[in-house]
């Protein structure tokens, strides 16, 4: 009995020791990372990189310097991913002549923004006129506008006004009648108000960005050709879609970011009319690959459509 616990005691000592040793450490570890490499291993196989994906992480130089940009079209659909499914179907399109009175009916009772303007609050809060805009006069509006000779015009991203009045002049000398809707919550952006803008007046937190729009919009006599649609650029083009609201140009340039402007354009294509033109600014800014130009080009390549740049803009026709 006595040597049977003597040799249960050898055999824990030298189990200790054995385990004691530098070398059984190392297997271990050996071990964990063979069982890590695997695991790795397998999850790849089975979540491969998509097309989408190597768009999304394409390098910040890439097409910088051209002006004519093809998509690949290669790589599985984007449905696929659901990265621009947005919203239902669109209903059927309006006629270009029922656009303004169904804005009309759909978002002001009716009648007109711009009857007994301006309202009681802002009297005194105005400046006559106060347009501030970037690149909203460039060479691209005219060479559009002539090539596309819309009958309506959907703006996305207006602030203050400077594109859509730019436009508004440009389609009135080509002769064309032409409908503007402009898209914005007209609350500019957190901290707009500290620098050049400071001069926009504010009441009760509420900012007069909407109220000098419109002020600008009456001293151009422009009233008849623009009409804003005060609401985030996603709901608005949501219900221009189920509303059948679609536009022959549509021009976006609001959010700047990856992830608002890619938003902005998948939903903004679905209300262009089959040969209409959607364009934007900002293709090429500091922000290099990160913002705009990488939801545009990011857009054209899973959808097979070809990317042309003009100065700061980017233009993408539908056909």
């Known amino acids: ?8 005691i050898k055999v824990a000592n030298s189990s200790r020791k054995w385990f004691t040793k530098p070398a059984v450490y190392v297997s271990v570890l050996i071990l964990f990372y063979v069982l890590g490499y695997l695991s790795a291993s397998c999850f790849n196989s089975q979540h491969p990189t998509s097309a989408v994906t190597a768009a999304l992480t394409e390098s910040p130089n890439h097409l910088s310097n051209t002006t004519d940009i ?12 659901g990265h621009n499914l947005f919203g239902s179907r669109c209903a059927g399109p309006v006629s270009s002549k029922l656009v303004r009175q169904t804005i009309l009916d759909r978002l002001f009772n009716g009648t007109s923004p711009y009857e007994n303007f301006p309202p009681a609050q802002a009297f005194g809060l105005l400046k006559t006129k106060r347009i501030k805009g970037w690149g909203s006069n460039g060479a691209v509006f005219e060479k559009l506008i002539r090539k596309v000779k819309p009958r309506t015009i959907i703006e996305v991203g207006t602030f203050l006004g400077a594109s859509a009045t730019h436009m508004a002049g440009l389609t009135s000398r080509l002769g064309l009648k032409t ?3 402009c898209i914005d919550d007209f609350r500019g952006w957190p901290g707009f108000l500290d620098g050049r803008f400071r001069d926009i007046a504010m009441l009760n937190g509420d900012v007069f960005l909407l109220y000098q729009f419109m002020q600008n919009v009456v001293y151009l006599n422009l009233t008849e050709s623009i009409l804003p649609v005060p609401f985030s650029t996603g709901a608005a083009l949501e219900k221009l879609c189920e509303w059948g609201v679609f536009g022959d140009l549509v021009e976006v340039d609001a959010g700047h970011d990856f992830h608002s402007a890619w938003s902005d354009i998948n939903r903004a294509y679905k209300v262009l009319r089959p040969g209409g033109v959607i364009f934007g600014h900002d293709y090429f800014t500091s922000a290099d690959n990160k913002g705009v130009r990488r939801a545009v080009n990011l857009f054209a390549r899973v959808n097979g459509l070809r990317v042309k740049v003009d100065g700061q803009h ?6």
């Open 314 to 319: 980017w233009v993408i026709d539908s056909d």
């Open 1 to 8: 009995m006595k040597d049977h616990q003597n040799r249960q």
């Open 70 to 81: 093809a998509a690949s079209g290669t790589g599985p659909s984007s449905a696929e991913h």
């Open 179 to 181: 409908q503007i809707l």
